[in-house]
């Protein structure tokens, strides 16, 4: 019987084999107008650059060769060594704290009290204004002498307040609360999501089973929230190392450079426009830099991925722990180093926030073996 | 290692987020050589040339020079080009790369020519330089290597606004033309204390934020800033000390408002002056035409006003002022259609010749030509002050440029920017910032 039924199977086959090249050739038909959109704008400047970090490149004269010339060159520029620890000191903050506010606002506003659409809609404000609008307004709030921001804290007792935005001190910290109160809606829409996706059941049966809040979001919400909070947590991250725009607005880098950032030293050295950076034009030099914040990128993601990947409890677990804590380890450390150093911070304020920022990314590995045991 | 033309045009598309690049950037060859005598259009054939501006609208400059050279050569059309003002330097940059660039560039600040004419996007027009006239000030800063890049039109400088109105209100006399910085100083502290005795808000004077406010007579009246082996070229800033401390001292009494609250609430320098919040401001030429036209439309109110000399370091300049300003100018695109080239040429010597001038006069631009007859017909305008110190102000003086040429020049500047905020925004003290700032010009650290 088996041997005289070649032909249907061959037919069947054929069939699949025609089935999946059409839907492959329908597949390339949606991504094609956004991914040769994507190619001429975005990819070949982005591998042009690769080349052009190794040359002299001013964009008007023809490039040469220089080899390892501009990254030399970068090491030896206090500027951009500042630039690379102020990039951290912004990123790592401003990771943690909108992370934090973006979940417990989420969560907030995840439950069932009066007037929830307005208060998201709210939060999420911030987002869709205008960036230059939000520098004018927030210029204004932390105006040293007149701003409502000192006022308030003169009003409370403080007896010097901050300079904020004029204070090459207290400059990343106005900029890092600026940032997080700008971006937090966008994130908490993000989490909104997630929550959704979780069981109501999930949580009826742990309060049958006496479970307190806490154990609830512990058991329940963080690990449930692991796919929302990977991607929130590498779109936070890429967002927070290439900040640009909130500096140009706020500070353009200033007071003196203590908010130059790898972003704004990029500009700086090539197209920039500002009265106090005029752009040099040094696009190999520039390229150079960018390539740096490239790799701190995708570092950090790579990282979140081992991460990820250590805590997903369906796959067996391939990567070696100790490696990627490592890593993780060594890029922070570098960075509480290098930030405290330049900042003038001191170890102890630069521990404490390695401490919290390492973790933070522990916190979700561990729950979720915890869970497995 | 050389990287080949086709490569090169990719990259400038690449910079243009464009393929436009492609077309015209592979050309074989770039004319750079003086084409005098090789390259002569006759007379009367008709040629057309752009030429880059912009805000046409509210800048009307270019149309005036435009305009006025249709009278001398009416068998040139000349078509203008409309860039963005704040990206101006950007967008030029992209349209050099990409072969859009008019034939005729308008270089809004000098400083940039060192960077497009050693990338060979300009045209040696020394020749064209060389048969100026004498009262022509500026050409010296589009000058790279001993070659002449650029022909100024325009030369503004700095100097001393007053409102007149609130000097009389104190009490107080009028600039006399013999002003040192101590003079400035002492009679912004006594104008502010006498003005609020006399119930007026306003404060003694006004410093915009920008470092040239402070840093552009520092470097002029040191003398030397164009000077390769001087103190600004090799990092040497002790000179700008007493410029900070004045400035600092009249900032923490009062009687200019804080570099933190112009950043902070946005002040434009208009407003502060045409308002009357102020009764001194160092500001530009440009201004001029500007608070005529404003208090004309009533967006500035309505007061006497008067222009003085910049403040001298001591007496010994006060005959002929030294202050500061960069010329705006004009260059011919490398690229540009060889039987244009003369025509190019000839419109660039036009544009700072004297008919040129009262023609910029006549709309209240400073031309960069300077004699009777120009500052008779800028203060010939409706709503210029009369008085013979405001004429004499305005002509006679020794202008400095802001910016020098030369390679390391907007990397100095950037330095001396990042510096100037740090100390007015009393983040830093000013003898060690002015130290920091010249080791990383010395070591080159940028």
Known sequence: MST???????????????????????????IAPNFIGFAVITLVPIILMFYMAFTDWNALGTPHWTGLANFQRLARNSTFRAAVAQTFYYAIPHIILTGVIALALAILLNQKIRG????????????????????IVWNLLFSPKYGPVNQFLTWIGVAHPPGWTVSSTWAMPALIIVGTWREMGYYMILFLAGLQTIPRELYEAAKVDGASGWRRFLHITWPGLRPTTFFVTVMLAIQSFKVFDLIQVMTEGGPGTSTYVISFFIF???????????????????????????????????????????SDLRKPRWTPVPLALGLVAFALAVASFASGYSLGLGYLGYLALFVVCFGFLMIHVRILRRRQQ | MKLGKPLAALMAGALAFGLAGCGSGGTTSTPTTTAAGTQTATASAPVTLT?????????????????????VAPNVTITLKEYDPNTYEQLMLTDMTGGQAPDIITIKQAKYTWQWATGNALMDVSDVVAGLSKDVTGAASYAVNGKNYGVPYRQDSWLLFYNKDLFDAAGVAVPDGKWTWDTYASTAKDLTTKLAAAGK??????????????????????????????PYMTGNYTYMQPYYDRALDLQN??????????????????????????????????????????????DADKFTWGMAPAPQVDSSTVSTPVTFGDPTGMGINAKIDPSKLQAAKDFLAFVASEDAAKALAGIGITPSTSSDAVTAAVFATAGMP???LSKTAYQVHKTMPENPSGADVMNISTVLGAAHTAIMSGSADATSELATASQKVKDKDW
């Open chain 2, 386 to 388: 009369s008085d013979a």
């Open chain 2, 201 to 230: 808000t306003a404060l003694g004077t006004y410093e915009h934020s920008w470092q040239s406010t402070l840093q552009g007579f520092a470097n002029a009246q040191k003398g030397d800033n164009t000077n390769p082996a001087g």
């Open chain 2, 253 to 298: 009494s009062g009687a200019q408002v804080a570099y933190g609250d112009i950043s902070t609430n946005k002040l434009t320098y208009q407003a502060q002056f045409g308002k009357q919040s102020t009764a001194m401001m160092l500001m530009g030429s440009w201004y001029i035409a500007t608070l005529v036209s404003q208090q004309t439309s009533g």
């Open chain 1, 116 to 135: 929830v659409a307005f208060f998201r809609a709210a939060a999420f404000f911030p987002y869709i204004t205008s960036i230059v609008a939000i520098a």
């Open chain 1, 268 to 310: 700086q050295k090539s197209i920039g426009v500002s009265s106090n950076a005029p752009g040099t034009g040094e696009f190999g030099y520039a390229s150079a830099a960018s390539l740096i914040l490239f790799f701190i990128c995708l570092t950090f993601t790579i990282l979140q991925f081992i991460v990820n990947q250590q």
């Open chain 2, 51 to 71: 030429m880059s501006g912009w805000s046409l609208k509210t800048t009307p400059e270019f149309q005036t020079l435009v305009d006025a050279y249709k009278k």
């Open chain 1, 4 to 30: 005289t039924t070649p032909a249907p199977v061959r037919q069947t086959a054929h069939r699949a084999h025609k089935l999946r090249r059409r839907n492959t050739a329908l597949g390339w038909s949606f």
